[in-house]
C-alpha cells in the first residue's frame, strides 16, 4: 500500500531533503513521501491521543524525524543495511525511531513495544497507511515481552541506561546489542554508567549531530561482556 500524499510535504518535502542530505542517507522520493505521511499521520492523532508534546509540523521535523533519522547511518554500520535483522524499539510512544528505521530499512524487522494501548494502535494504524509489512507494534511492559533474539535493542529516552538493559537482557540475542539514544553524553554523568549491572560492557559512546537542533545527542552502544 502506497502512503496518502502529505499535505505537509509542499511545506516540509524540501527541508527533509536537506536534512536527509546533511546526514548522507540517500532516501529516494517514495520514502521521503512515506516519513512526511508519517508525520501528518501523528499531527492528525496528537490532536487527540496526545502522543507527543510537540505540535508544530516544523518542530516535529526538527525533533523527531531529523533526531531519529540521525541514528540510522550508526545503526547501519553495526547491523549491516541490506542484512535481515530483528530490532525492538523499546518505549516507542508514537514509532520514534522504531517507524523511522522501518521506512529507511525494509530488510530489518522492527517490533515497537509501548505500555500505553493508544500508542500501541497508533503504530498499528502507521504500518497499515505506510505499507510498512516489517513493522508490528507490542502493548505490553517490555518485561512481559516473551519472544527475544533480538539483534538490536534501541531506547529514546525510555529510562536510565541500568533500567533499559536489566528490563530487556532476556530479549537480546547473544551477539546482539543495545543502543540507547540519549540527550546528554553520560561520560559526564559517571553515575548512570556506574549504575549498570555487572556483565554489561560499553563499548562506545557515539555523539550524534542533528541537523537543525541546537543540542547534545549521543547514542549508548552496550553488549554483554562474553
Known amino acids: 500500500m502506497r502512503p496518502e500524499a502529505s499535505a505537509l510535504g509542499p511545506a516540509l518535502g524540501p527541508a527533509l531533503a536537506g536534512v536527509c542530505e546533511s546526514l548522507g542517507l540517500a532516501v529516494d522520493a517514495a520514502t521521503q513521501a512515506r516519513l512526511l505521511a508519517y508525520l501528518a499521520l501523528l499531527q492528525r492523532w496528537n490532536a487527540t491521543y496526545n502522543l507527543t508534546a510537540v505540535r508544530e509540523p516544523a518542530e516535529m521535523l526538527t525533533q523527531h524525524l531529523a533526531d531519529c533519522l540521525a541514528v540510522v547511518g550508526p545503526l547501519r554500520r553495526q547491523l549491516g543495511s541490506s542484512a535481515a535483522c530483528r530490532i525492538l524499539d523499546v518505549g516507542s510512544g508514537g514509532g520514534l525511531p522504531g517507524v523511522v528505521l522501518a521506512a529507511l530499512e525494509p530488510a530489518w524487522s522492527v517490533t515497537c513495544v509501548d505500555a500505553v494501548g493508544k500508542k500501541a494502535a497508533f ?16 502493548h505490553a511492559r517490555v518485561e512481559s515481552l516473551k519472544a527475544g533474539g533480538f539483534d538490536l535493542i534501541v531506547s529514546r529516552a525510555f529510562a536510565s541506561l541500568a533500567d533499559f538493559v536489566t528490563l530487556t537482557r532476556p530479549l537480546l540475542a547473544p551477539t546482539g546489542v543495545w543502543a540507547a539514544m540519549k540527550g546528554k553524553t553520560p561520560t559526564a554523568e559517571l553515575v548512570e554508567l556506574d549504575a549498570l549491572p555487572a556483565g554489561i560492557d560499553v563499548f562506545h559512546v557515539e555523539p550524534i549531530t542533528v541537523p537543525g537542533l541546537d543540542a547534545e545527542r549521543c547514542i549508548v552502544w552496550m553488549r554483554q561482556q562474553a
Open 123 to 138: 503504530i498499528r494504524q502507521a504500518a497499515v497507511e505506510l505499507g510498512l509489512r516489517n513493522l508490528s507494534a507490542e
